[in-house]
T-cell receptor, first 116, second 110 residues
């Protein structure tokens, strides 16, 4: 496709349920990021992949959050035992090369997760 | 770490009004600076960028100048349209991550 695709677009989960959010980056993009955007806030970094390697997961808020990119393309962000504070928009972004300080990212439209 | 502080919103304007959104940064060096925009129902997209001091980024009638003296990167547009209604984010790279401001919601009324 032409851009970064995320699914589902909206997800409602009952507290305690597990959820899986999918990201299809632009074909051939090496770098992939997940960000969390709480209501009224800017996106906050969660994790970074370079191909299939997860090089940085320092932004994951707890061990309930897990991300993978097993074949270096599609990525899944999984949240176990969801809590209300997990309600946010989860953004995926990709870029063609290795990250440097000047390269912009291509963002998907995000998945809005609501935990009830 | 490096960070940006962005003017809080929301901002409501009439068409053809002048728009300024303030952004200041804190950084150890001279990173690139970005403005991203999020239109309703869409993903974040890069609006403009500047890679060094005194650079001016511009796109879609928007401009921002990287000012080292005041550590600022204010976003301006001389005559806004209804289609400019969106959330605007100032950002800078922290190594390979992006640090974003809180965002400023702009609503332009016809």
């Amino acid at each position: 496709g032409a851009g970064v695709s995320q699914s589902p677009r909206y997800k409602v989960a009952k507290r305690g349920q597990d959820v899986a959010l999918r990201c299809d980056p632009i074909s051939g993009h090496v770098s992939l990021f997940w960000y969390q955007q709480a209501l009224g806030q800017g996106p906050e970094f969660l994790t970074y992949f370079q191909n299939e390697a997860q090089l940085d997961k320092s932004g994951l808020p707890s061990d309930r959050f897990f991300a993978e990119r097993p074949e270096g393309s599609v990525s899944t962000l999984k949240i176990q035992r969801t809590q209300q504070e997990d309600s946010a928009v989860y953004l995926c972004a990709s870029s063609l090369g290795l990250r440097d300080r000047g390269s912009p990212l291509h963002f998907g439209n995000g998945t809005r997760l609501t935990v009830t | 770490g490096d960070s940006v502080t962005q003017m809080e919103g929301p901002v409501t304007l009439s068409e053809e009004a002048f728009l300024t959104i303030n952004c200041t940064y804190t950084a150890t060096g001279y990173p690139s600076l970005f403005w991203y925009v999020q239109y309703p129902g869409e993903g974040l997209q890069l609006l403009l960028k500047a890679t060094k001091a005194d650079d001016k980024g511009s796109n879609k009638g928007f401009e921002a100048t990287y000012r080292k003296e005041t550590t600022s990167f204010h976003l301006e547009k001389g005559s806004v349209q209804v289609s400019d209604s969106a959330v605007y984010f100032c950002a800078l790279p922290n190594d390979y991550k992006l640090s974003f401001g809180a965002g400023t919601t702009v609503t332009v009324r016809a």
